[in-house]
């Protein structure tokens, strides 16, 4: 966008002798501000370490058109009724005359409908219908570009408007490589062309409502229902969304509430073959919070994606020795490895009887505190849970215990 603008601001405005000199200022001041770019950016590219820089063709499921209207149909149509109010008043000015100026891009237009429909034809074959929605429209917005004499506010929400509809296209052929899905992929893209569209509708609705009264009766009336319709449908998601998210409880007897760790005092989890109250959870955790200062270290349980490992150090915000597995690879890619060794670290920890070990494991990762609940004695060997009792007093002391769930303190 802003090599498009700084492109088009030098061709349109800085006047030369020479189209040629135009060019070559159009041109220097596109790599200026790429080489700018680069140099200033270089500090943070230096030190980040991208991992998902490849894409991979995406092969569906694709977007349902449903599902596309759901998410865009609001700034749609705003967008299409304005566009189609600027392409009429277009039409109004230009006499049939004026055609004849076309003859010389006869085959250029000839050509550009060809790859129009080509393109179209593979969006059929592959399997995606949003293409017959956001093909149009990005060629309708890049068509009205050339309207003579048009504000560069309405060229720019134009260039907006057409960008945006080809990012809602990019997802469905590509997907970054490595994304679950294209969970990711859809979730960065559709953020940009989200922000494109929110702001190219919105200029879209102000130019509008002054055309508004000039249009005939049963097409103000469809605009207007259509709004008041989409509009008021959006705006019910607030409540709506509230409303399912309530009735999708887990524990229908928790309480109605803002405190999100209320629902341990009666829920009870089934993991390991084994089913755990969560209370007992929940009352060490209040425990931990008013009691623990600062941020020490603690061990808890881990296991594998969305399972009840971790919970101590999610409700507590205490650091533990590694965090929820998956989010922690994600972000360090590279240094994956570095993470799974956490991982089983902490399982070798839990089931371990090696005295030296257990003691070069709470060195290593300055481990403060060590939780032993239910979910621990259901994860890791009896043996290995049986050394706490064992090592009470030499290597770590009892501080809290409230039926299965003991915490230790490891001694200095």
Same mark, same amino acid.
């Given at each position: 966008i802003g090599l498009a603008a700084i492109g088009y601001a030098i061709w349109r405005y800085i006047y030369t002798e020479t189209g040629v000199k135009r060019i070559a200022l159009v041109i220097g001041a596109v790599i200026a501000l790429t080489v700018l770019s680069f140099v200033m950016y270089q500090p943070y590219r230096a030190w980040y370490a991208q991992a998902y820089s490849a894409l991979d063709p995406w092969k569906g499921p694709f977007t349902p058109i449903m599902s596309y209207f759901t998410m865009w149909g609001v700034f749609l149509l705003i967008i299409a009724a304005w566009m189609a109010w600027e392409t009429r008043e277009w039409m109004a000015v230009t006499p049939l005359s004026a055609l004849h100026r076309l003859k010389p891009y006869q085959i250029l237009i000839e050509g550009a409908l060809i790859l129009f429909v080509l393109v179209l034809l593979v969006f059929q074959y592959i399997g995606t219908s949003i293409g017959w929605i956001? +093909? &149009?429209?990005?060629?309708?917005?890049?068509? +009205?570009?050339?309207? &003579?004499n048009m504000p560069d506010s309405k060229r720019f929400v134009l260039f907006l408007i057409g960008t945006a509809m080809l990012i809602t296209l990019v997802v469905e052929l590509v997907v970054v490589r490595g994304d679950i899905g294209r969970q990711n992929t859809i979730f960065k893209f559709y953020l940009q062309a989200w922000f494109l569209l929110a702001i190219g509708s919105a200029a879209a609705f102000t130019w509008t409502l002054p055309a508004f009264f000039q249009w005939l009766p049963g097409w103000r009336l469809l605009w207007q229902s259509a709004m008041i319709l989409l509009v008021v449908g959006a705006a019910m998601f607030t409540i709506t969304g509230t409303s399912g998210k309530i009735r999708d409880r887990w524990i229908i007897e928790a309480p109605r509430t803002l405190d999100s760790i209320t629902f341990m005092e009666y829920a009870h989890y089934d993991d390991f073959g084994q089913r755990l109250d969560l209370s007992e959870d929940y009352r060490a955790i209040r425990w931990m919070q008013d009691t623990v200062q600062g941020s020490p270290v603690i061990v808890e349980a881990n296991c594998v994606e969305y399972h009840w490992c971790t919970r101590f150090t999610v409700y507590t915000g205490l650091p533990g020795v590694v965090g929820w597995? $998956?989010?922690?690879?994600?972000?360090?890619?590279? #240094?994956? #490895? $570095?993470?799974?060794?956490?991982?089983?670290?902490?399982?070798?920890?839990?089931?371990?009887?090696? &005295?030296?070990?257990?003691? #070069?494991? +709470?060195?290593t990762h300055d481990v403060k505190y060590i939780i032993v609940g239910q979910l621990e004695r259901a994860a890791y060997t009896p043996e290995g849970i049986a050394k706490f009792d064992q090592f009470e007093g030499e290597f770590w002391r009892e501080i809290y215990r409230d039926g299965r769930t003991v915490i230790y303190e490891v001694m200095p």
């Open positions: 956001a +093909l &149009p429209i990005a060629a309708w917005a890049g068509i +009205l570009l050339f309207r &003579p597995n $998956w989010h922690q690879r994600q972000q360090r890619v590279f #240094t994956s #490895t $570095w993470v799974e060794g956490r991982v089983a670290s902490v399982g070798n920890f839990y089931n371990s009887v090696d &005295p030296d070990y257990m003691q #070069t494991f +709470l060195k």
